[in-house]
Nanobody, 125 residues
Framework: EVQLQASGGGLVQPGGSLRLSCAASGFTLAAYAVAWFRQAPGKEREIISYIYTVDGSPNYADSVRGRFTLSRDNGKNTLYLQMNSLKPEDTAVYYC??????????????????WGQGTLVTVSS
């Protein structure tokens, strides 16, 4: 069964850090374009970080660049999102997503085939 299992969310104070994980099963994550999206209350789901070639470097939305780091461990078939200097506006449900790597840029939700279940990150004092 193809599955993405996201974990690592929680409550953190402003300025704190969290690391999200997304474990893949049933397929080889290294062959896929991958991304993290988030959806804040009352807002649309937005892409915040992605790698669109199987050996490419991560890309980031302006809102998280310099604070968040996307990485993947091919040996563990797992995707990570290290989040530092968290702000209240980072509060959202975070989703990992994957689509077979074809060298094309995928930025919208309907372009991704597989999704994690979402993990809630709350940044509050």
């Amino acid at each position: 069964e193809v599955q993405l299992q996201a974990s690592g969310g929680g409550l953190v104070q402003p300025g704190g850090s969290l690391r999200l994980s997304c474990a893949a099963s049933g397929f080889t994550l290294a062959a896929y374009a991958v991304a993290w999206f988030r959806q804040a209350p009352g807002k649309e789901r937005e892409i915040i970080s992605y790698i669109y070639t199987v050996d490419g470097s991560p890309n980031y939305a302006d809102s998280v660049r310099g604070r968040f780091t996307l990485s993947r461990d091919n040996g563990k078939n797992t995707l990570y999102l290290q989040m530092n200097s968290l702000k209240p506006e980072d509060t959202a449900v975070y989703y990992c997503a994957a689509v077979p790597g074809d060298g094309l840029l995928h930025l919208t939700t309907d372009e991704y085939d597989y999704w994690g279940q979402g993990t809630l990150v709350t940044v509050s004092s």
